[in-house]
């Protein structure tokens, strides 16, 4: 039986993949800041463990509580709407510290073992604001677009001891809890003069109908991690895939 570690696995993305593995016959090793195995009810194949990918001493945990992987999936992120001119430096550098550096850790902390059995796949989650710009996300973006650049250079090495590194880029999910987890953080970030312009995005969204659920994040993911024609970049849902075309 093979084994997936997925971070931020408490809602959206995270949880549906983690989900969409058990039901394929997976061990998945579910991770989030908060452990919440009542998110599984009890779900024969599926283990839940504390995680923070800012915290090296919680990585190190993980890994050592759950031996050999067969996939690592780097979901957990943090989301940021507003105003670059009126993000504090501080906020950009959270961003950055769980989507940029939070990523490139788990990475490094899973290749060594990849490496010595030549086997083993990286898939990492973006956005499709790396593959259109979008409006009022320019930190946010910065970091997704980090990563893709990160993970276009890693596969090609990995290449070379027989482990593969993926991209899935998703469209915009209503569904996930990007608005409410980041309410706080994305406070006061919306000012003049761009209030108005913001509302027209808002409005804008609200009009989409071809838009992403979590569980085409977690197809994505599935085709992503065992595809062995050389394809790097997965999009997810419908207007990710229209952005590609």
């Given at each position: 039986?093979?084994?997936?570690?997925?971070?931020?696995?408490?809602?959206?993305?995270?949880?549906?993949?983690?989900?969409?593995?058990?039901?394929?016959?997976?061990?998945?090793?579910?991770?989030?800041?908060?452990?919440?195995?009542?998110?599984?009810?009890?779900?024969?194949?599926?283990?839940?463990?504390?995680?923070?990918?800012?915290?090296?001493?919680?990585i190190a945990a993980v890994f050592e509580?759950?031996?050999?992987?067969?996939?690592?999936?780097?979901?957990?992120?943090?989301?940021?709407?507003?105003?670059?001119?009126?993000?504090?430096?501080?906020?950009?550098?959270?961003?950055?510290?769980?989507?940029?550096?939070?990523?490139?850790?788990?990475?490094?902390?899973?290749?060594?073992?990849?490496?010595?059995?030549?086997?083993?796949?990286?898939?990492?989650?973006?956005?499709?604001?790396?593959?259109?710009?979008?409006?009022?996300?320019?930190?946010?973006?910065?970091?997704?677009?980090?990563?893709?650049?990160?993970?276009?250079s890693l596969a090609l090495e990995l290449?070379?001891?027989?482990?593969?590194?993926?991209?899935?880029?998703?469209?915009?999910?209503?569904?996930?809890?990007?608005?409410?987890?980041?309410?706080?953080?994305?406070a006061g970030l919306v000012t003049e003069?761009?209030?108005?312009?913001?509302?027209?995005?808002?409005?804008?969204?609200?009009?989409?109908?071809?838009?992403?659920?979590?569980?085409?994040?977690?197809?994505?993911?599935?085709?992503?991690?065992?595809?062995?024609?050389?394809?790097?970049?997965?999009?997810?849902?419908?207007?990710?895939?229209?952005?590609?075309?």
């Amino acid at each position: 039986m093979k084994t997936a570690l997925i971070t931020g696995c408490s809602s959206g993305y995270g949880l549906a993949t983690a989900r969409h593995f058990q039901a394929q016959g997976w061990q998945v090793i579910a991770t989030m800041r908060q452990p919440r195995a009542d998110l599984f009810d009890g779900t024969s194949g599926i283990r839940v463990l504390p995680l923070d990918v800012t915290d090296a001493a919680s990585i190190a945990a993980v890994f050592e509580a759950t031996g050999p992987i067969d996939l690592l999936v780097n979901n957990a992120g943090l989301g940021l709407f507003g105003a670059f001119e009126a993000t504090p430096m501080a906020t950009v550098r959270e961003i950055f510290e769980t989507n940029t550096f939070g990523t490139m850790a788990m990475c490094q902390a899973a290749i060594p073992q990849f490496r010595a059995r030549g086997a083993g796949t990286i898939v990492n989650i973006t956005s499709s604001a790396t593959l259109a710009p979008f409006p009022l996300v320019a930190a946010y973006t910065a970091s997704k677009a980090a990563i893709a650049g990160f993970t276009s250079s890693l596969a090609l090495e990995l290449a070379q001891v027989g482990v593969r590194a993926k991209l899935v880029a998703p469209g915009y999910c209503p569904g996930t809890r990007f608005a409410d987890n980041g309410a706080a953080r994305m406070a006061g970030l919306v000012t003049e003069p761009y209030a108005a312009f913001a509302q027209r995005v808002f409005d804008g969204f609200a009009r989409l109908t071809a838009v992403t659920q979590p569980e085409d994040v977690a197809d994505a993911v599935w085709q992503a991690a065992h595809d062995a024609s050389g394809q790097l970049q997965f999009p997810a849902g419908a207007d990710a895939v229209a952005l590609t075309a």
